[in-house]
């Protein structure tokens, strides 16, 4: 196991942020933390990465105790922490060779063009950090935390605040360096569990609600399959009922129903039933919003 968490609780003060948290992140694996806005999240990821310690439980990373052995367990995670702090007064060369320093690696300078190369930061390599647009400091940030090369990263929110085409090349490269290493990686945002995280767990006010594959989360709670259907005349909603496999209609206007449907193939019925009666299907679209209203009803 890369990660073993068992019976974990964290109080601040008079909050209770973790609650009697349990799981297991095998190797290799990518896992989505996902969770609302205070979930306990960050506070989790801190504690694995021997920032702040536990009220209780027992953490361990690649079978070393962040109590007992800290140190090693430091030089098996890598951690990018949420907002990503970075020196903006250094150049990104300068930064990580500092960091490198700071793991006490050898051959600092190999290793850093190794990084800068791997996280695709050679245009921007010799600029200041404070220069670089969000989604390049974030490569930074990554760079950051694999220069000793661990074999686990927690990445907390590594997307958040990034434009459409930075998101995805960020996700594209945690996509490839999970092919090599345990990560572990939070959000709130649904899709991006569904895009890179082989699992899922969901957090909510500092208990543990879901640990399973996103393949199986995406099939909880799944009510049939939803088609917006758009017709060229308006459609009395009657007639529609009787196309075999439809189970629920709702009309958005004239033209334009939601309907709700048994299997993947009845979908040829409301083409069938259109040519019958002289209508013309302009737009068909399969909604595929079920594992957000997974998370909604997991964390309401
Ligand atoms: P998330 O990352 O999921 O948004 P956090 O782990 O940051 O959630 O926070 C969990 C809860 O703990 C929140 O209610 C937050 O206000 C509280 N919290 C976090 N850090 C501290 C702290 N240093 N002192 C007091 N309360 C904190
Ligand atoms: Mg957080």
Redesign the pocket.
């Known amino acids: 196991m890369s990660i073993e968490v068992k019976n974990v609780t964290k109080i601040?003060?008079e909050?209770k942020?973790l609650n009697d948290v349990s799981f297991e992140i095998g190797g290799g694996e990518i896992v989505g933390f996902l969770?609302p806005?205070?979930?306990?999240?960050?506070?989790m990821m801190k504690i694995i990465t021997c920032f702040i310690p536990q009220t209780s439980g027992i953490i361990k990373v690649c079978g070393y105790d962040v109590t007992e052995d800290p140190i090693d367990v430091k030089r098996n995670v890598g951690y990018l922490p949420?907002h990503n702090p970075l020196y903006l007064d250094m150049y990104v060369k300068e930064y990580l060779d500092f960091v490198g320093g700071v793991y006490k690696i050898d051959n600092r300078r190999a290793r850093v063009k190794e990084m800068v190369d791997m996280v695709g930061l050679g245009l921007e390599q010799n600029k200041k950090i404070g220069a670089l647009s969000k989604g390049y400091r974030q490569r930074v940030g990554l760079a950051q935390a694999m220069i000793h090369n661990p074999k686990v990263l927690i990445l907390d929110e590594p997307t958040t605040g990034l434009d459409p085409n930075q998101l995805e090349e960020i996700r594209n490269l945690i996509k490839e360096i999970g092919k090599e290493k345990t990560i572990m990686l939070?959000t709130h945002i649904m899709q991006e569990v569904e895009a890179i995280c082989d699992k899922t767990i969901i957090v909510n006010k500092g208990v543990i609600v879901a640990n399973e594959t996103t393949k199986e989360l995406q099939q909880r709670n799944k009510q049939g399959i939803v088609v917006t259907v758009e017709f060229d005349k308006p459609i009395d909603n009657k007639q529609l009922e009787k196309i075999e496999g439809v189970t629920k209609i709702a009309q958005k206007s004239e033209t334009v129903l939601v309907m709700e449907i048994k299997a993947d193939n009845v979908r040829n019925n409301i083409f069938q039933f259109a040519m019958k009666h002289d209508l013309t299907v302009l737009t068909m679209q399969k909604e595929t919003q079920s594992l957000e209203n997974v998370f909604k009803s997991l964390t309401k």
Do not use: I, L, P, V
């Not at 806005?37 to 506070?43: E, L, P």
């Open positions: 601040y003060g909050q942020a969770g806005n205070g979930a306990g999240k960050s506070t949420e939070s």
